[in-house]
């Protein structure tokens, strides 16, 4: 019986996924990895399937040894991880660190990355259904000449962007010459945009809060990501339409990092005057306002309440459960897909038409850390 990828990986001790990349020459794979997958090829004679169509950029093969259509889909992290875990006291925060591409979603790095992880999800579930395939590259320099090189080659399918906001984006999406969509990136221009209903889901926490009978709201974001500038001017809409000021001494921005969040959120709990509660701009933001609260030994919610967004897999762990907004974030990874495919489908018409604008909508999520204001 001939070889099959199967074999290749079971000899060369890693997945069929692993030696898919190899034979593409794709995605993040060291060179210990790729020359055990060489000499387990060797070793087995195997060869791919429909020899003459030897796969390109825009195809990969499969777990059987089959060519089938690939998109490229390409997460961008250029900052520092700080790994997240559940221990007996809770949940523990590592310190930071720039880890290797190859082991962006390995079991210490999970719920760190939970977010990116189920669009990546969502992405694989959806090219199923499309009989295609990913390639998946993590890159933390998008304007690298070699990285450019490869996806430019003529024979690119399409491609989906996933992950951090880069100050180089624009440059990027000139730059890209094949049809691109961007997932949770906001952009005004060519690329179709599938994103979130920020405006929504910051105003679902608000009236929330209200309804509870806070009136003293601040606001935890970060600094320099679009997304970040929406759900903060949307706190602001809000906050003005209930009636409620907003005090420029309790919004407090910075990085997305928690301990430094921690830090920040500390001061502002620390002064005279201060709010009931805060409305973070995502769950890790609020993991450190979480602590902050700990720290100033505030209860959570008896002193104050505590909200977050996205709900990430370790928002029911946080002590108390947070109470967040919930993105469905597999439906991100599948619109992306179906909307690149009306984008390869419309073909030379693609490059010069306007791109959409696409919002999942999200949901409030109503868990331990928030509750009435203190008497």
């Known amino acids: 019986m001939a070889a099959t990828v199967i074999d ?37 004679g195997y060869v791919p399937k429909n020899p003459p169509r030897q796969p390109t950029g825009r195809q990969a093969v499969s777990t059987h040894g089959e060519v089938v259509e690939a ?7 250029h900052e520092p991880i700080e790994p997240v875990s559940i221990g007996q006291d809770g949940m523990q925060v590592g310190p930071m660190s720039n880890i290797p591409s190859e082991a962006m979603f390995a079991p210490a790095f999970r719920l760190s990355n939970s977010f990116y992880r189920h669009i990546v999800d969502g992405v694989l ?4 259904r499309w009989k295609s395939k990913a390639v998946l590259q993590i890159s933390d320099d998008l304007m690298g000449k ?57 105003a679902s926490v608000v009236e929330h809060l209200v309804s509870l009978g806070h009136r003293e709201i601040g606001f935890v ?10 759900r903060r001017s949307s706190f602001t809409a809000r ?22 969040t921690t ?17 973070c701009c995502n769950d890790w933001l609020a993991l450190g306002a979480l602590r902050a609260a700990e720290q100033c030994e505030m209860r959570v919610p008896q002193d104050l309440s505590i909200a977050g967004f996205d709900d990430v897999d370790g928002a029911m762990f946080m002590s108390p459960a947070l109470t967040t907004v919930r993105v469905p974030t597999m439906d ?13 489908s419309a073909g030379e018409k693609a490059k010069s038409t306007r791109g959409c604008v696409l919002r999942v909508r999200t949901e409030l999520v109503v868990r331990q850390s928030t509750g009435e204001p203190p008497r």
Not at 20 to 36: A, F, K
Not at 71 to 77: A, C, E, G, P, S
């Open 146 to 202: 070699d990285f450019l090189a490869d996806l430019n080659t003529p024979e690119k399918r399409g491609m989906l962007l996933i992950g951090e906001y880069s100050p180089d984006l624009g440059k990027f999406v000139d730059s890209c010459k094949m049809p691109l969509v961007l997932v949770d990136l906001l952009y005004d221009g060519l690329p179709d945009v599938v994103t979130i209903d920020n405006h929504g889901g910051i």
């Open 332 to 344: 991100l990874g599948r619109h992306a897909v179906r909307q690149l495919m009306v984008r390869c």
């Open 71 to 77: 998109i490229d889909v390409v997460l961008y992290r």
């Open 125 to 128: 579930e959806e090219l199923r």
């Open 8 to 44: 290749v990986s079971k000899t060369a001790g890693c997945s069929p996924a692993t030696v898919s990349r190899v034979l593409n020459n794709s995605g993040p794979v060291s060179q210990v990895v790729r020359e055990r997958v060489h000499r387990a090829i060797r070793q087995s």
């Open 263 to 279: 830090q920040r959120v500390t001061g502002l709990l620390k002064r005279s005057v201060r709010p009931t509660a805060l409305v």
């Open 221 to 230: 974001g970060g600094a320099g990501n679009p997304s970040d500038h929406e």
């Open 239 to 260: 906050m003005l339409e209930a009636g409620l000021s907003v005090r420029p001494e309790w919004m407090s921005e910075g990085s997305h990092h928690i301990v430094e």
